[in-house]
């Protein structure tokens, strides 16, 4: 079957993206078999297109539909880190990224020696995430996303990283209250009986609420191109009747 497809794709690239965006449409409108469908169709498409950048934001947008987090994440690194900086969802793959990864594992592991605890991979990645937008794009987002980063140092008791990270907030309000509550963490200790949740909640400094995920019915919906990408991942063809709207 993979052959078949390779073949097909080869022999006529443009008739294949229609297929695999018809396939989408369909999915979207909650045909079920075709969302098998453009899951089976994406890969080979991509990989003999891998510059095809749009279709791999929406294959990434279709991964997130199923909760397919890590590899959503994936494909959206792949478009935030290859596509020129104007292509039209470079930004929205770079933030899609750390909202994917918000939704993977634990960002840190679990020791009571007194040292800060190493991140995860899934933490490292968000981290990497993180400055990679702060660097592309440095005056957008880039309080919310440096308090998320903040929350996960925290958490992984990096007081001298979360520190760091403080000093680059712009509101003295907010600046004091973190300063307050690392301090509070720096001079606790962990319960090495118990959870081993830090006294307080930092998590509530960088939760996905506080850089703007929403759940499934309220989320905004951006037009961009002959599109409409909605902040959750789901993507909606301009050409479909939205309900509700």
């Known amino acids: 079957m993979l052959g078949l497809l390779t073949a097909m794709i080869a022999a006529a690239p443009s008739a294949s993206a229609v297929r695999i965006i018809e396939a989408h449409k369909q999915c979207n409108r909650g045909d079920e078999s075709a969302c098998q469908l453009a899951l089976e169709l994406y890969p080979p498409y991509l990989a003999v297109h891998s510059a095809d950048f749009e279709l791999q934001f929406f294959y990434a947008e279709l991964l997130w539909n199923r909760d397919r ?3 959503a994440a994936e494909r959206y690194h792949f478009v935030a880190r290859n596509a020129e900086l104007g292509f ?29 605890w190493p991140l995860s991979v ?9 400055d990679f937008h702060l660097a592309r794009w440095p005056s ?8 998320l980063a903040i929350s996960i140092f925290m958490e992984a008791d990096d007081f001298a990283a979360a520190e760091r990270r403080i000093s680059t907030l712009k509101n003295q ?43 499934d019915d309220e989320c905004p919906i951006e037009e ?9 991942g789901e993507i909606r063809f301009n050409d479909e009747e939205i309900e509700g709207d």
């Open 88 to 116: 039209k969802f470079t930004k929205n793959a770079a933030y899609n990224e750390i909202l994917a990864l918000e939704k993977t594992g634990p960002r840190s592991s679990h020791r009571y020696d007194g040292q800060p």
């Open 173 to 215: 309000g907010q600046v004091d209250v973190l300063l307050e509550d690392l301090d509070t963490l720096r001079n606790s200790a962990r319960d090495p009986i118990g959870s081993g949740a830090p006294i307080g909640n930092p998590q509530t400094i960088g939760s996905p609420q506080t850089i703007g995920a929403c759940s």
């Open 69 to 71: 987090f890590i590899e």
């Open 140 to 147: 957008e987002r880039d309080q919310e996303l440096n308090r």
């Open 224 to 232: 961009v191109g002959d599109v409409e990408v909605e902040r959750c």
């Open 122 to 130: 899934e933490g490292q990645r968000l981290i990497d995430a993180i």
